[in-house]
């Protein structure tokens, strides 16, 4: 099951009881209506999966549980602070049935040209499972510019990046550059719909954990060129997806998915879960969102 990097790919939030346990049977139920969406692949303990506050035990879980019940390519998040440490996730990641990684820069030291390149360089040499680079300089700190892929796509199993620098003109940039060696996975939503128009081959989602078939539509209708529909979408969608760049984004997007019956509202510390006028602010926004959502056209059915 090798994967393409086409298509939708959530970053699913990871599920907890009122105890701070995995709730793996709300994981479930989530991941099933990922798969009857059209997903192409599920992201574990990414950022929305609150990675810094699992445990390699919970990581392996949840993995694990992710493979058997989807059916899907999935793919384990590395995000940590030493290049031992992640390399060594990789090779767990591999053992628990992941078919990629994410890799994140390292965390916590904002590290040079030359110090990204070797961290990410020796984490993939270290892995045959194809890797997808995070670029997100906004909430990292390090961007990973065309002149580091230069060197790091001297290496075959570094084969996409999630394209999170906010700037659009970025897909253009890398498909002029690179042409279809490197994979372009958008990863901000509000502008997503206008990053997979620009080229963008898939998109690394997160109101997709509560709206899964609307964020499937709109990738699909994008890529059989039935873009003024897309558009009508994304237009409802655009408060939702806002919801996506936020500091809280665990916090809201998990709201939205207790709202849309497909999760709950449970995060571990340090986060908390929203209360007061904030939380009935977000809440305004997602009911609003339900309760004008848009019938969608058949898009299963797309040749894409």
Known sequence: MRINWNGVYPAVTTKFTANDTLDLPAFGANLDAQV?????????GGSLGEASTLSVEEKEALVKYAVDRSGLPVLANIAEGTTREAARQAALAAKWGAKGLMLLPPM???????????????????????????????DYKIEVTPEMFDELLELPNIEAVKESTRDITNVSRL???????????????????????????GWVAGLV??????????????????????LEIHRWFLPLLEL??????VQYIKLAETEAGLG???????RLTLVGEERERVLNVIRNGLATRPALPEYLSLAV
Not at 36 to 44: H, L, M, P
Not at 244 to 249: A, E, Q, S, T
Not at 264 to 270: H, M
């Open 36 to 44: 009857q969406a059209g997903v192409s692949g599920i992201i574990i």
């Open 108 to 138: 916590r030291y904002k590290s040079d040209h030359r110090e990204t390149v070797s961290f990410f360089k020796t984490v993939a040499q270290s892995s045959d499972l194809p890797i997808l680079i995070y670029n997100n300089p906004v």
């Open 175 to 201: 498909i002029n550059r690179f042409g279809d060696r490197l994979k372009i996975l958008t990863g901000v939503d509000p502008i997503a719909t206008e990053a997979l128009i620009m080229g963008a081959h």
């Open 209 to 230: 954990c509560a709206f899964p078939a609307e964020t499937v539509a709109i990738y699909r209708l994008v890529k059989a060129g039935r873009i003024e529909e897309a």
């Open 244 to 249: 996506d760049i936020h500091p809280k984004l």
């Open 264 to 270: 709950t509202e449970y995060v571990r510390a340090p």
